[in-house]
């Protein structure tokens, strides 16, 4: 029933923005004011699958030392739905993406619970590196993630520092080692969206009706518009060029063959539209200059002519200028 | 009540044979280790914790394990830190073994704290699997005064937790280094080959550059200096050419890039010429001297085809020689005329040691020598008190070797070890509008 696929890997980007958020903490060293010692403090996702996890952390099977510290893990611990931010779930949202309008509902408002830990060796590196976070979160700190990649969608994500927890287990016999670890949770405030859909432009508008009234025979008429393109769109003029430079108002263009022209045809070349009139020979034609709300523009020799096609208006995309090509049929 | 008289519970004789039985013991049945003691030189004195911790010193001495079939602890864990190895050792040593081999040299010493005896907190070489074990208790009461007193210590150990501590036994010790956390990598391949070009004159001006060599690991703009003897010939390099293509304008646009450390970081309209088809106009750019990409830019013409804005959208890598030079000024009067190209930094020269301090030229910090090689030119070093720049001149406190630095990646991890720190920054560039910063990450 559900069925329509889709996968926009939201949660998976909030994993990345938090985590991108403690990975430049750094702990000093310092005696007498001097700081002898800098140290970048390594984060990882917790979870870790565990055959990953021992041919990364022990490929030669043995370490020197029991591990490396300090260090910051993070991992998402739970899911919620929250109500307080509930929107009406019929509006929907629709944006352009080329060709194409797409359309996605509102998205369902969840609460991400991630929970980082710390451990150091000692106090006050911890307490060094909670210093650096704590002040940013007051309570919240807002990110701004694009969170559909189709729909090019930024939202404010909040993550919000809900508690600390610090252990420093020191107690009991000199068999177990002294452990500093600081707990902290968070909540990072997400949507999560559905699928996309597409919806493209209405390319044709068809009108039919009665003309007739009860003292006049019935006439039915059809109307029919579509849009055309005015300017060129898929650039398909390679091979035709002009063969001389021309200035911004002759009306005459040297061309390498005149056949390909139809009287009537809109042409671009460069930036101008122009409309073919006539075809004195075979090496040139004569044209109507800056169609189209275009400006008349001086041209280099060899600059290429692009012929304004049907393959160009199917070319058309919602948003851009077009003309209108109509037709009316009259049925007895 | 007084005890028996007539029973000797240890003579001094009794006591020094026993002792030499131990000993012997220890010898037949036991195996070397290196004792290594910490040298505290500064303790933190509110939360009674060591700030900074030397370990520079190692003495051999016999030791028996006790713990025969095997390591004791709970083995190795996968714990949300990574994996962390609590393996466990109780070894036996001759009390006065130590006193003879050891302690003499750590009561001359003021920053160990008890030389008479195995410290705790010092640590242990264990030869059979390459470990560092540190002591957390010293037993010196078991077994309990046979004859009237001790003889051995039994040393409860387990693996050490590093936390960058100094001395020259980790100086070089590549695996104690998780990248991109204790230390830092700093690069420059190869020594840089420094640029030539000759002049062309036309009559008594300079009109061309004719480059003869392009040189290669500028990490910036060298500059042109005319030499002759005319006057008033100027000239400026170029990393990168810029070529506006697609179409046929009336006039052709000139744009001035800027290349910094093998980027080019700025692209200056200098003439935007005129009639370019704006459909099929692109900007496209000479390929990079190194390996790299070249940059991506979006160019905004206007209705007559003028090239009015270029927003660089990819700033490209790998421009590190010298593409073209460009006439500025022709000058007049020249018969003979030379230019005279800004070289290149030396790169690394002389011979480093592992575990020397290097200081930097231009911030004065310091770090130490992990590992470096000549022949590839570069240089790795832990544990730096500054961020050094490119371009700075870094010199070996104890062996006067020098090398400037060409590139560096303070993140750059070329292993899989425990930190994801770069993982998330290179994603987090695809997902994240960072546009009114980041106040905690890599680069803001």
Redesign the interface.
């Known amino acids: 029933m559900l069925g329509n696929y889709t996968y926009n890997k939201v949660i998976r980007k909030c994993v990345i923005g938090f985590g991108t958020l403690f990975n430049n903490i750094e702990v000093r060293k310092e005696t007498g004011g001097t700081t002898f010692q800098k140290m970048k403090v390594p984060l990882a996702y917790g979870p870790k699958q565990k055959f990953l996890a021992r041919l990364e952390g022990q490929p030669e099977l043995n370490k020197k030392v029991a591990i490396t510290l300090p260090r910051i893990s993070f991992e998402l611990s739970g899911l919620s739905y929250d109500s307080s931010r509930k929107l009406s779930p019929i509006t929907v949202d629709k944006v352009k993406d080329g060709k194409n309008v797409r359309q996605i509902y509102t998205p369902v408002p969840y609460n991400l619970d991630f929970s980082l830990s710390i451990l150091s060796k000692t106090n006050d590196e911890a307490l060094e590196i909670v210093e650096q976070i704590v002040p940013i979160f007051q309570p919240s700190y807002n990110i701004t993630i694009k969170i559909i990649d189709d729909v090019n969608e930024y939202r404010d994500i909040p993550i919000v520092l809900n508690s600390l927890n610090y252990a420093d287990e020191y107690e009991g016999n000199f068999d177990q080692r002294k452990l500093t670890t600081i707990d902290a949770t968070f909540t990072v405030k997400a949507y999560i969206f559905g699928p996309t859909s597409v919806q493209k432009p209405i390319k044709k508008a068809k009108v039919e009706y009665d003309t007739g009234s009860p003292k006049v025979p019935v006439r039915r008429a059809q109307y029919i518009v579509e849009p055309v393109a005015l300017r060129d769109k898929d650039s398909d003029g390679t091979g035709l060029t002009i063969t001389a430079s021309v200035n911004n108002k002759v009306s005459t263009l040297p061309v390498v063959d005149s056949t390909v022209f139809n009287i009537g045809d809109y042409i671009e070349i460069n930036n101008e539209v122009m409309k073919v009139k006539t075809k004195p020979n075979d090496v040139s034609i004569t044209v109507a200059r800056g169609q189209n709300a275009t400006t008349q523009a001086a041209h280099a020799s060899g600059s290429v002519i692009d012929i304004i096609t049907t393959a160009d208006t199917a070319l058309l995309e919602s948003g851009d200028d077009f003309g209108f090509n109509e037709m009316t049929s009259f049925y007895g | 009540m007084a005890r028996n008289v007539f029973f000797t519970h240890g003579t001094r004789n009794e006591q020094f044979l026993q002792q030499n039985l131990v000993e012997e013991y220890i010898k037949m049945f036991g195996m070397d280790i290196l004792y290594i003691p910490r040298q505290l ?2 303790k ?1 004195n509110v ?1 009674n ?4 911790s030397q370990f520079d010193d190692s003495y051999l001495i016999e030791a028996y394990l006790e713990n025969f079939d095997g390591f004791q602890g709970g083995g ?1 864990l ?1 714990t ?8 466990e050792v109780t070894l036996v040593i001759s009390q006065q073994r130590f006193s003879d081999l050891i302690s003499q040299f750590l009561l001359l010493d003021q920053d160990i704290e008890v030389g008479e005896r195995p410290q ?1 907190g010092d640590l242990i070489y264990f030869p059979l ?4 074990f540190e002591i ?2 010293v037993e010196h009461e078991e077994p309990f005064y046979q004859l009237g007193k001790n003889y051995t210590y039994k040393l ?1 150990a ?7 501590e ?1 001395g020259e036994f980790f100086a070089g ?1 590549d ?2 280094i ?1 990248t ?3 230390v830092q990598y700093y690069y420059l391949v190869t020594p840089g080959e420094s640029a030539s070009a000759t002049p062309l004159l036309d009559g008594d001006v300079v009109s061309q550059g004719i480059i003869t060599t392009n040189g290669s690991k500028y990490n910036f703009t060298p500059t042109v200096t005319v030499t002759g003897d005319g006057t008033g010939a100027t000239a400026h390099a170029e990393m990168i050419v810029v070529n506006v293509g697609g ?4 006039s052709t646009a000139v744009l001035d890039p800027t290349v910094k450390d093998g980027k080019m970081v700025g692209l200056k309209i200098l003439n935007g010429g005129a ?6 106009s692109t900007i496209d750019f000479t390929d990079p001297s190194s390996s790299g990409t070249k940059p991506v830019v979006v160019p905004t ?1 206007d ?3 003028t090239l009015i804005k270029v927003e660089i959208t990819n700033e490209g890598s790998g421009y590190d020689s010298v593409e073209r030079i460009v006439i500025d000024s022709g000058g007049s009067g020249y018969t003979t005329a030379a230019f005279d190209i800004e070289s290149v930094p030396s790169g690394l020269s002389g011979s480093f040691q592992d575990g020397e301090t290097v200081t930097g030229g231009t911030t004065g910090g310091t770090a130490m020598v992990a590992d470096w090689n000549k022949s590839e030119g570069w240089l790795k070093l832990k ?4 961020d050094f720049q490119i371009g700075e001149l870094l010199v070996g406190n104890t062996s006067g070797a020098s090398i400037t630095i060409h590139s560096y990646d ?2 750059a991890t070329t292993d ?7 993982t ?2 290179t ?2 560039d ?7 910063g ?5 680069g ?1």
Not at chain 2, 80 to 87: L, V
Not at chain 2, 129 to 132: F, K
Not at chain 2, 247 to 250: A, G, K, L, T, V
């Open positions: 030189i500064s933190d939360f914790e060591e700030i900074q190795d996968l949300k830190f990574g994996i962390r190895q609590t393996d705790e699997s390459s470990n560092y957390k208790f409860k387990e693996l050490f937790e590093y936390s960058d100094g010790d695996e104690l998780d991109g956390y204790t179409s046929i304008p009336m009639g370019y088809d704006v459909s099929r013409f209705s007559n085809g544990s730096p008190t500054d303070a993140m899989t070890k425990y930190s994801e720190s770069v998330f920054e994603l987090a695809d997902i994240i509008d960072f546009s009114e980041n106040p905690f990450g890599i803001t």
